[in-house]
């Protein structure tokens, strides 16, 4: 059983799981993001062509993913860590990172039901790559 100590490394896991769901919502969509970001991209460079803006913009959600599953991979690593003791690192790794690809998944299958969202294969493959990154 699971220290009070350790119990703080699986909440975090958990706040963090319910944060990336949060985001696979429909109000934090590619449209409402471009709405924010395109915007503060053109005030910066105002002479920058559409078809750059749009490729900085889709550059900037994807390296999210990667920062959101990074963080996810390493909240995992140190939970399963704690809960060990003294087990070899690699093998919490490797369970870390088998987990982030089914949280990878899941998102995406997830996303597959909000109005205006889809699922994305790639987006799995970008959020694990972002989640093993330990």
Not at 23 to 31: A, P, Y
Not at 90 to 97: F, H, K, N, Y
Request: glycine letters at 6%.
């Amino acid at each position: 059983m699971a220290s009070k100590p350790n119990l703080k490394y699986w909440l975090m896991v958990v706040l963090w799981l319910s944060l990336i769901f949060v985001l696979s919502g429909k109000t934090f969509s590619s449209l409402n993001a471009a709405a924010i970001i395109k915007p503060l991209l053109h005030s910066l460079f105002p002479e920058m062509a559409e078809k750059t803006l749009n490729a900085i913009h889709y550059s900037l959600r994807k390296f999210w993913h990667i920062i959101e599953y990074y963080i996810l991979g390493l909240l995992l690593f140190h939970a399963f860590l704690r809960v060990s003791k003294g087990s070899l690192p690699w093998r919490w790794i490797v369970l870390a990172a088998i987990v982030v690809l089914l949280c990878a998944a899941g998102d995406e299958f997830h996303q597959s039901f909000v109005p205006g969202r889809n699922a994305s294969i790639v987006d799995v493959g970008i959020d694990t790559v972002g989640g093993v990154l330990l």
